[in-house]
């Protein structure tokens, strides 16, 4: 096996990127932790006012359910061999096809 000892130049340059994206996923104290990060202070605010919000900061973290759900979706996709969109063929053009009127008969 391979041993992997450097990082990639990319993964470097947009580590503060991953890093976000590692906090908004696992949510929770990991986000807290850094919340200040995420929580500017507001123009003017007192130091305590601004401690204060960042001791009561939350996240509803979607962000780690979508990405699980739509992880789930795609590999089961894989696995069953289903085409992400089935193809509707309609007998018509795209334009009749809505009203199920051949080109034909459209003029009449």
Aim: aromatic letters at 12%.
């Amino acid at each position: 096996m391979m041993q992997i000892d450097q990082e990639h130049f990319e993964y470097k340059r947009q580590a503060a990127m991953w890093r976000v994206y590692r906090d908004l996923y696992a949510g929770g104290h990991q986000f807290k932790m850094h919340a200040a990060d995420y929580l500017l202070p507001r123009q003017k605010e007192p130091l305590d006012v601004y401690g204060e919000r960042l001791q009561r900061v939350f996240y509803e973290n979607y962000i780690g359910s979508i990405v699980d759900c739509a992880n789930h979706d795609a590999s089961r996709r894989v696995l069953l061999d289903v085409p992400a969109r089935p193809s509707i063929r309609y007998p018509f053009p795209a334009a009749s096809a809505k009203t199920r009127v051949p080109p034909r008969e459209r003029g009449r």
